[in-house]
Nanobody, 123 residues
């Protein structure tokens, strides 16, 4: 069973930055696409960013140019660097691992999930 543990969430003012981390227990981490999803209060979970095993990246239109996903395979960790944060970025952020060949935007394609980390952006 793969374990994913997110960290780095917190309270930040609008315009600020945060970096989320997600550490995986899976030794073959480097083989698999990883993604970040987020769930705002009262809303469905939505795709934010994904990175393939070959470091191709994908972003939702709402976060493009403000969020950067990256991975460090030596540390079995995926990151989400967030800049120019807005109150509407307030959500629980989840990392996910897909046991497959390519990164996708559908949460149904991801097998393992972290417990989530809260990001709150104040205005």
């Amino acid at each position: 069973q793969v374990q994913l543990v997110e960290s780095g969430g917190g309270l930040v003012q609008a315009g600020g930055s945060l970096r989320l981390s997600c550490a995986a227990s899976e030794r073959t981490f480097s083989r698999y696409p990883m993604a970040w999803f987020r769930q705002a209060p009262g809303k469905a979970r939505q795709f934010a960013a994904a990175i393939s095993s070959t470091n191709s990246t994908y972003y939702s239109d709402s976060v493009k140019d403000r969020l950067i996903i990256s991975r460090d395979n030596a540390k079995n960790t995926v990151y989400l660097q967030m800049h120019s944060l807005k109150p509407e970025d307030t959500a629980v952020y989840y990392c996910a691992m897909r046991i497959g060949n390519s990164a996708t935007v559908s949460e149904n394609d991801y097998t393992y999930w972290g417990q989530g980390t809260q990001v709150t952006v104040s205005s």
